[in-house]
């Protein structure tokens, strides 16, 4: 996840996640309807006080299909960008102060996708890092 503070003529955050999603085993074929992120209460909580971040944030999948198909064994890659304004000045607070407080959100959520049957699967970002080491050994 990257998460970058802008303070040029448009004050905000700056926020891409990117991530795969690897359907390793079934007979069914899987697609992928929306994804989500979830940021933790309490950076968001402070967060939120200086931008116009929403706790969960929702996409759907933007092709002409309305969904991506999940390959057996084929890792499919997501991408989430998107900009959150500031709700009031910021220039009392530091750029450090500020930065600080968006690296908690960058380590703090979870990761979400709507499958075929309109169920939702969340998953942590340390539990994704504890799949990847088990794929790799």
């Known amino acids: 996840m990257s998460v970058e503070l802008k303070t040029d003529k448009n004050n905000g955050i700056h926020f891409v996640c990117i991530f795969h999603l690897n359907y390793v085993q079934g ?14 209460k309490s950076p968001w909580k402070k967060a939120q006080q200086f931008f116009e971040i929403p706790i969960t944030i929702c ?6 299909v309305r ?16 900009f959150f304004p500031t709700r ?15 690296q908690e959100l960058r ?5 979400g996708w709507e499958d075929t049957y309109k169920k939702t699967h969340w998953k942590t970002v340390n539990q994704l890092r504890e799949m ?5 050994m």
């Open 59 to 64: 996409k759907g999948i933007k092709n002409d």
């Open 27 to 40: 007979i069914r074929e899987q697609y992928v309807s929306k994804i989500y992120i979830k940021f933790d």
């Open 67 to 82: 969904r991506v198909r999940l390959p057996i064994g084929q890792p499919v890659q997501f991408v989430h960008d998107d």
């Open 107 to 111: 380590y703090k959520y979870k990761i």
């Open 88 to 102: 009031k000045d910021i220039l009392g607070k530091t750029s450090e102060e500020l930065g600080n407080l968006i």
């Open 132 to 136: 990847q080491k088990a794929e790799v």
